[in-house]
């Protein structure tokens, strides 16, 4: 199972609209892929379902069994002040350890506003998979200038064709 996680939880987001682009990408390929949205998480999942709260949160608690089901995921990430957004990281230390990530695959995708494409988020969260024992794809195509190269719900030519360079690895991966 492939899940694309759309890494903010910032409603009507462009990680949101990124994802949806990057499924159809794979559905062109013939894969299946299922779209994870942190606008969609409770509220108050990081006081109810982390911790000695592990496994107790029942809206939270599908989010868990869909990250674990998943063999590959694909993170997009928007750059927040430098990094990745908080949500991101508590919702992954709200999966179970370490088996929601040992010997799975990634592949990340950095969106900004700025000139760097959340290079240093991508390097941040590719630390944190490689403590968590996950594979991360070497290609990570860092969108810089996001706005500037998405319309309505269509990448650049150059942008549309890094995720597809980026699926193909993917999939062999």
Do not use: W
């Amino acid at each position: 199972m492939i899940s694309i996680i759309s890494g903010t939880n910032r409603k009507n987001s462009v990680s949101k609209k990124i994802a949806h682009i990057y499924q159809t990408i794979l559905e062109a390929k013939g894969e299946q892929a299922t779209i994870i949205s942190l606008e969609d998480l409770p509220i108050d999942f990081m006081g109810t379902a982390l911790y000695e709260n592990s496994g107790k949160n029942e809206l939270f608690n599908p989010f868990r069994e869909l990250i674990a089901q998943s063999q590959k995921m694909i993170f997009v990430v928007p750059e927040y002040n430098g990094s990745f957004p908080g949500v991101l990281k508590a919702f992954i230390d709200g999966m179970k350890y370490p088996d929601s990530f040992r010997d799975k695959k990634a592949a990340l995708v950095g969106l900004s506003s700025g000139i760097q494409g959340a290079g240093l988020a991508l390097s941040h969260l590719t630390d944190i998979f490689n403590y968590c024992g996950m594979h991360v794809l070497a290609q990570k195509p860092k969108l810089s200038r996001i706005e500037q190269n998405l319309t309505e719900n269509k990448l650049s030519e150059l942008y549309h064709s890094l995720l597809e360079e980026q699926v193909d690895k993917l999939l062999k991966f």
